[in-house]
């Protein structure tokens, strides 16, 4: 058996192979080939495969895989019965999976079964999204740097934001598209009752508004409101009663000493604001239009300002992952879908490899947990 130690040691190398074969087998494209595609659909689907055995039946008792050793002790009273399925808990759906899976499987096919939707979910959007270049959109998105510790730790909010990711792909298309995208919406609420801000968030920025000048001057509010009354906001926003555990998260000094850095994250800042600039760029620098790209920008960005009102919570790391978990299809979509460049190619491949490289350096570092 694999050391449960191992695990991200090997994701971060393997993803990094990923990137470096991809760059070097894509040198000098111009943007038409860029935007041909190399579809690759059976390389992605076997790669999410192999990604999914291995870390969905990962040793999950051995302490390694953060929150998994919480759900694995909940799993466990389901299967001896002495808990049962309440309808009235809040995030029934993720429960209800888990108590009709214990009197019948082994927790590790339960975890399975997790990462399935996640890893499923994520190449689902990739092919909807980037259907020429799915393979490319499939590095981008696993190879963020909170990609992995939601595979692991945060499962549930991970499996929410995936089913999220999916109904992006879907809320601007035809009638049927839209109710397909209320029901995933309706889902991943159920599972993370957090998805509601995305969600919201992109029914603002898909119907009401598309203004990437408003949302990105209320991005920049939301820091001189952190700077300034950032106590006050964490105040109120515990006041609204999303749930218990939500609150704990919010307003709770207990669990400082597990994070590495707690505060006023600047390098996170910007890291989050890198997905803008490049935005700006695109859409007024080099005028280039595109109605999923703008909803999509536009729910990162306002996903992302709600996290910085917040950004000294211990836990506010749970918080900026409801925008960071559509970071690496915000900086894949533009690439690989819109003409940008003649040499889109080396745009491309400088882009991955700093998205990857960041992902490195944190690994390195320590800093993300």
Request: aromatic share 18%.
């Given at each position: 058996?694999?050391?449960?130690?191992?695990?991200?040691?090997?994701?971060?190398?393997?993803?990094?192979?990923?990137?470096?074969?991809?760059?070097?087998?894509?040198?000098?494209e111009?943007?038409?080939?860029?935007?041909?595609?190399?579809?690759?659909?059976?390389?992605?689907?076997?790669?999410?495969?192999?990604?999914?055995?291995?870390?969905?039946?990962?040793?999950?008792?051995?302490?390694?895989?953060?929150?998994?050793?919480?759900?694995?002790?909940?799993?466990?009273?389901?299967?001896?019965?002495?808990?049962?399925?309440?309808?009235?808990?809040?995030?029934?759906?993720?429960?209800?999976?888990?108590?009709?899976?214990?009197?019948?499987?082994?927790?590790?096919?339960?975890?399975?079964?997790?990462?399935?939707?996640?890893?499923?979910?994520?190449?689902?959007?990739?092919?909807?999204?980037?259907?020429?270049?799915?393979?490319?959109?499939?590095?981008?998105?696993?190879?963020?740097?909170?990609?992995y510790?939601?595979s692991?730790?945060?499962?549930?909010?991970?499996?929410?934001?995936?089913?999220v990711?999916?109904?992006?792909?879907?809320?601007?298309?035809?009638?049927?598209?839209?109710?397909?995208a209320?029901?995933?919406?309706?889902?991943?609420?159920?599972?993370?009752?957090?998805?509601?801000?995305?969600?919201?968030?992109?029914?603002?920025?898909?119907?009401?508004?598309?203004?990437?000048?408003?949302?990105?001057?209320?991005?920049?509010?939301?820091?001189?409101?952190?700077?300034?009354?950032?106590?006050?906001?964490?105040?109120?926003?515990?006041?609204?009663?999303?749930?218990?555990?939500?609150?704990?998260?919010?307003t709770?000094?207990?669990?400082?000493?597990?994070?590495?850095?707690?505060?006023?994250?600047?390098?996170?800042?910007?890291?989050?604001?890198?997905?803008?600039?490049?935005?700006?760029?695109?859409?007024?620098?080099?005028?280039?239009?595109?109605q999923?790209?703008?909803?999509?920008?536009?729910?990162?960005?306002?996903?992302?300002s709600?996290?910085?009102?917040?950004?000294?919570?211990?836990?506010?790391?749970?918080?900026?992952?409801?925008?960071w978990?559509?970071?690496?299809?915000?900086?894949?979509?533009?690439?690989?879908?819109?003409?940008?460049?003649?040499?889109?190619?080396?745009?491309?491949?400088?882009?991955?490899?700093?998205n990857?490289?960041?992902?490195?350096?944190?690994?390195?570092?320590?800093?993300?947990?």
């Amino acid at each position: 058996m694999i050391p449960g130690s191992l695990y991200q040691p090997i994701y971060i190398h393997i993803m990094a192979i990923l990137t470096i074969l991809y760059i070097l087998n894509h040198q000098n494209e111009n943007y038409l080939t860029v935007l041909r595609g190399h579809n690759n659909y059976r390389t992605s689907l076997f790669f999410c495969i192999i990604y999914t055995l291995f870390y969905g039946l990962r040793p999950v008792a051995t302490g390694w895989f953060g929150d998994t050793v919480n759900y694995l002790r909940t799993y466990e009273l389901f299967q001896y019965r002495l808990i049962e399925y309440d309808p009235e808990t809040s995030d029934w759906l993720f429960s209800l999976l888990m108590s009709k899976c214990a009197p019948i499987m082994d927790a590790s096919y339960f975890f399975l079964i997790i990462e399935v939707g996640y890893i499923g979910c994520t190449l689902w959007a990739c092919k909807r999204l980037m259907q020429n270049n799915i393979w490319a959109a499939l590095i981008f998105a696993m190879s963020i740097f909170s990609f992995y510790s939601y595979s692991i730790n945060g499962i549930r909010n991970g499996l929410g934001c995936a089913v999220v990711l999916v109904a992006l792909s879907y809320i601007l298309g035809s009638k049927k598209e839209k109710i397909i995208a209320a029901i995933l919406c309706l889902c991943a609420y159920n599972i993370h009752h957090s998805t509601a801000l995305p969600i919201l968030m992109m029914v603002i920025s898909a119907f009401y508004v598309k203004n990437l000048k408003l949302t990105t001057a209320w991005w920049f509010v939301s820091i001189l409101l952190s700077l300034t009354v950032s106590t006050q906001i964490e105040n109120f926003f515990a006041l609204l009663g999303f749930d218990d555990r939500l609150n704990t998260y919010i307003t709770s000094t207990d669990y400082d000493e597990e994070f590495s850095s707690v505060g006023f994250r600047w390098d996170f800042l910007l890291y989050s604001v890198m997905p803008i600039i490049l935005g700006w760029y695109i859409v007024f620098k080099k005028k280039v239009a595109d109605q999923t790209y703008l909803m999509l920008l536009n729910t990162y960005i306002l996903s992302n300002s709600f996290w910085i009102m917040i950004i000294r919570a211990s836990f506010s790391n749970r918080f900026a992952y409801l925008s960071w978990f559509m970071y690496g299809i915000l900086l894949a979509y533009p690439l690989l879908k819109l003409p940008i460049w003649r040499d889109q190619g080396k745009k491309v491949n400088l882009i991955m490899a700093a998205n990857m490289g960041f992902t490195y350096l944190t690994w390195i570092l320590g800093i993300h947990k």
